[in-house]
Structures are given as C-alpha cells and as structure tokens.
C-alpha cells in the first residue's frame, strides 16, 4: 500500500509538472509581443515595467519559467491588467459555483444510475433492461450545450419557470433555494451526462458479477436478492464506477463551462470564456492551470478510494 | 419425522439456451438417510454438479426448468419460491463450492462473510456474531482465527479459503451439506486435508453429506452409497461396496479404470475412457453410453435402458449387457 | 461455475456474429447523405448560406424556405448543409491525425514491448491525464487567431493519447495469441506480422474505435463552437448556428432545433455504427 502511494505521488508530480509547463508556454503561443497582448487595454508604462517585472520576461525563458512559478507556490497567480483585480481572487470566488453544480449533478446522478443499473441487471434483456438501454444510448449522442439550450427553451422560456433563464443567477449566500433553483436545469444537464456513463458501465459490470460463484455462495446462504444486489453485488461493482467518475471529472468540468456560459452562471467557466473574449491571457492562464490541475488531483483522490475499497487492487 | 431426510423422485433440470432445450439432468431418483454420506459420481460434464444445485433449489433463476420432487426434511424444493428457499437454505442444507478462488467474495473481509449468515438468519447481535466466526474458523482448522476474521480471502492459501468456505456451510447447523468437488480446485496435499476434516466434522455435527466428486478415490472411504452419473441421468447405484466390487455397467468399470488411487495397488496402466462426454442436445433415443462402450450392441443405440435392481441391497444398474455378477474388475 | 453451466455459456453463445440489422444500414445512408450533402453543398439547388434576407426574418418552416431563416434571414436549411461542412472535416481530419499517429505507435509499442512501450506508455498515459477539452479550450484561446485547420491539429493532436491506448490494448491482446506467437517462432518479419497477422486483426476494432471517436470529435468542436471557440462567423457550423440562437430562443426556436436535430442525428448514427460493427466483429472488452 505505501509503495503503491509513493508511486501515485511520484506520478501525480510529474504530471503537474507537465501542467505547469505546458500553462506557463501558453503565453508563448500568442502571436507577437506577449506583453503587447498581455497587457492590452491595460498598456502604459507603469503596468509594463510592473509586468516585465512580474513576468521577468527580459530574462531567459526558464528563468521566467522559475520566477512564474515561485509566484504560483506563494498563491500569486498575477494581476489582470485588463480588470486590474488579481487572478487568484477571481478564481477564489468563482471556483465555489463550479463545486456546487458538480456536486449536484453527481448526487443526481449516481441517486438515478445506481438503481436504474441494478435492475437492469437482475433481467438482463428485459424490458426495463431494453428501454434504459435505448434511452441511455440515444442521450449519449446528444451533446450537454444541446440539452441545455433545449431545457432552457422549454423551461424557462415556454413554461416561464422563474430562477431558470439565462442571466437569472442567485448566489447562495444571499438566497439559497432561489440558488438551488437557478442551478437545478444546469446540475441536471450534468446529470444527464453522467448517468448515461455511469449506468452503463455499472449495468455491464453488475451482470458480470452477478455471474460470479461468490454471488450464488450468497445466494446459498439464504440472503435476500437486497442484500446479495447491495453488499456482494455493488462493492466489487462501485470500483469501475468510481474509476469512471474519477475520469469523468474532466469532462463534467468541461460540460459546466457551457451550461454557464448560456445561463451567464459566474463559475469559472463562464469567467474563462468572457476572460477569453476579453484577451485577459493572464486570467485565461491562471484558470486553465487551477482547473487542469485541480481534475488531476481529483482523479488521484479516485484511484485512492478504489483503493481502499477494493483491496486487490494495491496487492499486485 | 423418520430418519429419512431427503427423498429425490425423478428430478429432471432443463437449462433454456439459444439452440435449444439442455436437458442436463433427467430422471433420478434416491433417498437420503440422516448421518448417511452419499456419493455422486461422474465425469466432468455428467450433470452431478447441476443435480446438487437442484436438489436445493440453487440453480440460476432464469431459464431453467426443473420437475419432479425433491423433498428435504418435509420441504419440497421443486417449485418452492427463492423466498420459501431461503428458509432453508444455510439452516437445513448448505453447499461447499467447488472453487474456494472464486466463491468468496474478495473484496469482504472472511469474517464479515461469516457474520453475515449469523447476524441475517440466526439474528445474533455483532458481538455474539463475531464471537461465533471465531469459533467457527477454529472449528475448520484455521490457525490463529482472531486475526484471520480481519483477513481478505486473497491473503488466504487455497486450502485455507476453502475451510472459510466449510465454515461459512457450517454457520447456521444445517442437517444436510452439499460438497460439490470440494477438493477439485486444491492441491493434492491439501486433498486429503480438506476431506478428512469434512469427514470429522460430519460425525462431529451430526450432519448427512453428499459428496459430489469425479474421483471415486475420494469417495471409497467415505460414502455409504454412490450414485454414478452419466450424461444427466444414473446409470449404476448402489452400497460403496457393492458399486466397487459388483458393478454391472461398463462405465462404472471405466470410470474404476481411469481412476488412479483404486488402481494403483494392482500396477495396471491406467486406462483412459475412449472418446468423449455426448453433447447432451444431440442425445439419441438409445443408451448415452454406447458410442464409447465397448460391450454396446445394435439395441444400446436404440433403445435406453431404464435402472434394473441387482443382487445387493438398492443396488441397481442401466444396461442391456451388463457386465456378469461375480467379481469386479481392476 | 462448474463445466457443465461452462459449457452451456458457450452454446449460448451465438455461433455466427449478430446480423447487422435493417437500422444499421438505415443509419450507414444517413451518414451516407450526409457526406455526400457536405462534398456537393456547392453544386446542389441551394440558397447562399450567407444570403441575408432582411424580408423574410425568422420565417418558420416552409415552401420557400424548407426550414425556416435566422435572424438574420438567411435559409437554415441551407446553413445545415454547409454547416455540416465543418463537423465533417473536424472529425475526418482530426481522426486521420489521432490515428495516423496514435495506431502505429500503438501497434509497435504492443509489438515490441520493452523499453520502447514503456517509454511511450508512461509518455501517453500522463497526457491521458490531462483532460482534453481544457487543454483544447486552452490552447485554442491562446492560438489566435483560429482557423479550420488550427481546429484540427489541435483537436487530432488531442486525440492521440486514446487512440494509443485502444490500439496497443486490442494489439497486445492479440500478439500473445498463439498463431502469432508461433510465426514469430518460425522466423517471419516483423514487417510480416504486422501487416499480415495483427493488421488485419486489429483493424475491425480500430474502425469500430474510429467512428465512435469521429462521433466523440464532432461533440468537442460543437461544445466549441457553442463557446465561441471554433470557425469564426459567419461561417455556418452546426455549433456555430447553436450558438447564435442563443440570443433568440423565444423568437424563433426553429433555429436552435433544427441544427442540434442535424447533430445528434448524425452522431447517434455514427455510435450506432460503431456500436453494432463492435458486437458485429465480437469485440468484447476493449475499453474506450
């Protein structure tokens, strides 16, 4: 178990290692003067002798590399010269919504995928079996940016749901069902998202361990289909489905960005595509690495859970 | 209730498949006295271990149908609801499996999976429970049984994964244990371990066995009777003794044959039984046997040949040219 | 289980692969139109997909215009089949990059083994890591300005990492088998086996692979698209046409169902392709 963890760790820093570099070469990849572009509205000379500085962009570039990078370690992530606010502060408080909506949408998710996978599995086949299976196959072709903008057309816009449209976001801190109400079609898009993963692929490893000699052992000893279903049945399952949604992270995050980019939700994503259409580079840099960085660390919280759930894992 | 604890009455198992009806196992019959041990015998393929998921009610719950009777201890199987079985099941007859790699579930702790039965069907409370794991664990012949209750069956040898899966049988006292090839998947040292410690704790308990295997090494010492299988359906049944040194059907005698632990005192080569187990969806109307029997005649593929009492006490045979009555071979 | 239930999961296998089935090709001759729309938009008896009729705005589906117009009044019927241009050569190209790539290296790394896998593997599977449509988003939002072909590169370029993975997977399931381990032993080529036993054992699993992954590009440059990340307007993509009705749901929502009917559409025709070739071909557990 220590080795195995050593290993991740190893593995997880030279992952974010790549990360840094690859956000830090980002800025590279602009066409022209970086500081010309970075600086953009923003240009005077006050602001560029502040950003040559910060930057030290007269230096050579691993220099730079090395100065971007203890400023990161220290929690500076730059200051927007285009906003004049600092990174790490906008990302601070858009970072919470993000959070949320995932948490939302996963309890969503998984609350669905699990029973509807469960029984699609005692009858293979079968006609709930056929329906989930149809139904789950077709809402894997159809985009989230799809859902939404049909969820929203119907219920906000032909039923007049209030808290629903676009640009009717409530912070929870001011008002928290009308929060819950502003976030409940952009969390169910996400859940729409997962469930169609998570129940296939719960569905596929069920039957196959509902196959397994240790199920009719159970089954022998006079245990309720329930139980067998939930205790002998879903703990050696729930391991492919917490690998699935360590890797669906990435995508969930992805999703989110477009579902607040059509409700005009302030979370990172709709701050990232307005930074982007703004040109403010250093804001666009600074969320791409907290992101990027944050789905790996999540992804590693994953493989150790499934670690501690099944134990044959860090035994081999 | 007499001493009779299971009577068996032309049971048949049909599995459902893509090409067709399976019939896997027709037509048997027996009884099965308290403190008896039985032994089912037949090659891999013969039907045995489909026959001893039947007889409790264990076989999977979709395409399959199974008629005739089976009786245990006043409850009739056949037909019973999963709920009615899970009455008995654990309490009245419970199963040793044939794999102990694959019947414990790996990623539950073994005496989490003791527990479970007791806590479920004995409604004990976690400490009594756990105090009873232990004890059971020590019963089997586990080393240290404290510290193994924490262990996963993956830190556990074959031999000992499979005493768990003894214990776990044993949980809730049942009168009758099914051990389906118990040694099958073990190594040939801990063989006989495993044996020896069902046969002990069979008079230990009280308990009547059937002990369902292809080697009839395994069952000369320890049955009273046999059954022996041959393609879903019995073809010679009788004392141990008698199916031994009086058996009248051919494949008894191949099965003896091919056996190494009866043959080996007499140094004969041991002889391999010609040809292969019949696929049973291409069953003929005559004996299942004959294609591979070298005593078969133009009637054996015509016509089946139903059991025929012999000489000893519920000794009984399927054959038109069985083998004559005085000593066996080997 | 014991070998008399092993034997029947056997029978109850079907001894010939599952016909392919009338929806199969129901779907081949959807995506079948939709190419051949896509190659000869210009040819065919359409109305500019950049005219803009200030007379008929946001007309509804009709004689005159077959689906309606946009806001701007131009046709959408139109604007589909020239948008459908785009989400044709993002997941044509991106996948001839992500293959043309991902496949050989993933074929030699199985092959070979050795350090050459291990290098690769490690390589791949920290880029795995990293999730794809941030790192499109990312590098699209730096690389400016965007272009179709900037649009692929990066996107195919993403891809590579996955395509490796399921190849070198379905590769090295089939290098240990035992007729290529023995033409091995018998002194054929490497140039040998990998065109004339693992090719062609691969390539059912990599067609099946291929289509879901054209399936799975078409969804990221849409999901760009819809951000404001692909082609500039306005030039017409069904993301891009998403997009703009944004703005105009309540008006005239004609304009965002008809494109995203065109998108999925397509792209539950192409995972129903792959789907049913992978059963076809009795793929079984090639994780994608």
Redesign the interface.
């Known amino acids: 178990m220590a080795r195995y963890l050593i290993r991740r760790v190893v593995m997880l820093v030279g992952i974010v290692f790549v990360i840094s570099v690859g956000a830090f070469y980002l800025i590279h990849l602009l066409p022209g003067d970086p500081a010309v572009v970075i600086l953009g509205t923003g240009d005077s000379p006050q602001n560029r002798a502040i950003l040559f500085k910060e930057l030290g962009l007269n230096k050579p570039i691993w220099d730079q590399y090395f100065i971007w990078m203890r400023n990161i370690l220290h929690g500076n992530l730059g200051t927007s010269f285009i906003s004049q606010t600092s990174v790490a502060g906008t990302i601070r408080a858009a970072l919470p919504i993000d959070l949320e909506l995932i948490v939302l949408s996963q309890i969503l998710a998984f609350a669905t995928a699990i029973p509807a996978a469960m029984r699609s599995a005692r009858k293979p086949d079968g006609p709930l079996d056929r329906v989930l299976g149809a139904t789950s196959f077709t809402l894997l072709s159809i985009p989230p940016f799809i859902i939404i903008v049909l969820l929203v057309l119907f219920i906000a816009i032909k039923l007049q749901i209030p808290h629903t449209g676009p640009s009717s976001y409530v912070s929870f801190s001011s008002d928290w069902i009308g929060n819950l109400e502003s976030l409940a079609l952009p969390a169910f898009t996400l859940a729409i998202a997962s469930f169609v993963v998570y129940y296939r692929v719960l569905r596929s490893d069920l039957i196959a361990t509902l196959q397994e000699e240790f199920i009719t052992l159970a089954r022998s000893k006079g245990l309720s289909s329930r139980r067998i279903m939930w205790r002998h049945a879903f703990r050696p399952s729930s391991v492919a489905l917490l690998g699935t949604a360590g890797v669906n992270i990435g995508g969930l995050l992805a999703s989110g960005f477009v579902v607040q980019y059509l409700l005009a939700i302030p979370g990172l994503g709709y701050t990232l595509i307005s930074a982007i259409a703004q040109s403010d580079y250093l804001l666009v840099q600074g969320i791409v690495l907290v992101v990027s960085v944050g789905v790996i660390v999540i992804n590693f919280l994953f493989d150790f859970i499934i670690n501690l759930v099944d134990p044959r894992i860090s035994r081999e | 209730m007499s001493d009779r604890l299971l009577e068996v009455r032309d049971l048949a198992t049909t599995?459902a498949?893509?090409?067709g009806p399976?019939p896997?196992v027709g037509g048997v019959s027996f009884d099965l006295n308290q403190n008896e041990t039985l032994g089912i015998v037949g090659e891999?393929?013969?039907?045995k271990?489909?026959l001893s998921r039947t007889i409790?009610g264990?076989q999977?719950r979709?395409n399959v149908t199974v008629s005739g009777s089976a009786r245990l201890n006043g409850f009739e199987v056949v037909g019973a609801s999963?709920e009615a079985?899970?009455?008995?099941?654990?309490?009245e007859v419970?199963?040793v499996?044939?794999?102990p790699m694959?019947?414990?579930?790996?990623?539950?702790r073994i005496g989490k999976q003791i527990d479970?039965?007791l806590r479920?069907?004995l409604g004990m409370d976690k400490a009594a429970a756990k105090a009873r794991a232990i004890e059971l664990l020590e019963l089997v012949g586990i080393p240290s049984p404290v510290e193994r209750y924490r262990a996963?069956p993956?830190q556990l040898s074959g031999g000992m994964r499979q005493r768990v899966?003894i214990a776990?049988?044993l949980?809730?006292s049942p009168k009758l244990l099914m051990a389906?090839?118990p040694t099958t998947g073990l190594d040939v040292t801990i063989q006989a371990q495993i044996l020896n410690l069902l046969d002990r704790l069979k008079s230990q308990l009280q308990m009547s066995v059937i002990l369902v295997t292809h080697d009839l090494g395994v069952v000369a010492t320890r049955t009273s009777r046999i059954i022996v299988m041959y393609a879903g359906r019995v073809v010679e049944t009788g004392s141990t003794r008698d199916v031994f040194q009086n058996h009248r059907m051919p494949y008894t005698r191949a099965l003896l044959e091919s056996s190494p632990k009866v043959a080996s005192h007499s140094h004969t080569r041991l002889q391999a039984i010609p040809g292969r187990p019949p696929n049973l969806?291409k069953l003929t109307a005559g004996c299942a046997f004959a294609p591979r029997c070298a005593y078969a005649t133009e009637r054996c593929h015509r016509e089946r040949p139903e059991l025929t009492a012999a000489e000893g006490p519920g000794h009984a045979f399927a054959c038109w040219n069985p083998l004559p009555t005085t000593r066996g071979a080997s | 289980m014991s070998d008399q239930l092993e034997e029947l999961t056997l029978i109850n296998r079907p001894e010939k692969s599952r016909p392919l089935g009338l929806l199969f090709w129901i779907c081949v001759g959807w995506v079948g139109l939709n190419i051949f729309g896509a190659i000869f938009a210009n040819l065919l008896p359409l109305p500019d997909p950049l005219f803009q009729n200030y007379s008929a705005i946001n007309v509804g589906p009709g004689i005159h215009h077959l689906l309606g117009t946009d806001d701007l009044g131009r046709d959408i019927f139109s604007r589909i089949v020239f948008g459908s241009r785009v989400s044709l050569a993002v997941g044509a190209g991106a996948m001839l990059i992500g293959f043309g790539l991902g496949a050989p290296l993933g074929m030699l790394a199985a092959y070979r083994r050795g350090r050459f896998d291990a290098i690769f593997t490690t390589f791949m599977y920290v880029l795995l890591a990293f999730p794809a449509i941030i790192a499109t988003i990312a590098v699209l939002s730096f690389w400016t300005p965007r272009a179709l072909v900037k649009i692929i590169v990066v996107i195919g370029l993403a891809s590579v990492p996955l395509v490796y993975r399921v190849i070198r997977t379905a590769t090295m399931g089939i290098a240990t088998k035992d007729y290529v381990v023995a033409a091995r032993i018998q002194g054929a080529t490497d140039t040998r086996i990998l065109f004339k036993e693992l090719l062609p054992n691969v390539a059912p699993i990599g067609v099946s692979f291929l289509l879901i992954g054209i399936a799975t590009v078409i969804t990221l440059e849409g999901a760009l698209a819809f951000l404001g990340l692909s082609v500039n307007p306005p030039t017409p993509s069904w993301g891009n046409m998403i997009n703009e009705s944004r703005t105009v749901l309540a008006q005239n929502p004609w304009l965002v169902i008809f494109p995203s009917l065109a998108l999925c559409l397509f792209l539950l025709c192409l995972n129903f392709i792959g789907d049913r070739l992978r059963s076809h071909f009795d793929v079984t557990e090639v994780k994608l």
Do not use: H
């Not at chain 2, 891999?44 to 039907?47: A, V």
């Open positions: 599995f498949t893509a090409g399976l896997a891999s393929g013969s039907g271990t489909v409790m264990l999977p979709t999963e079985k899970r009455g008995i099941w654990g309490t419970a199963m499996f044939q794999d694959t019947s414990l579930n790996p990623v539950m479970e039965v479920v069907r996963y993956g899966v776990i049988a949980a809730c389906d090839e969806m």
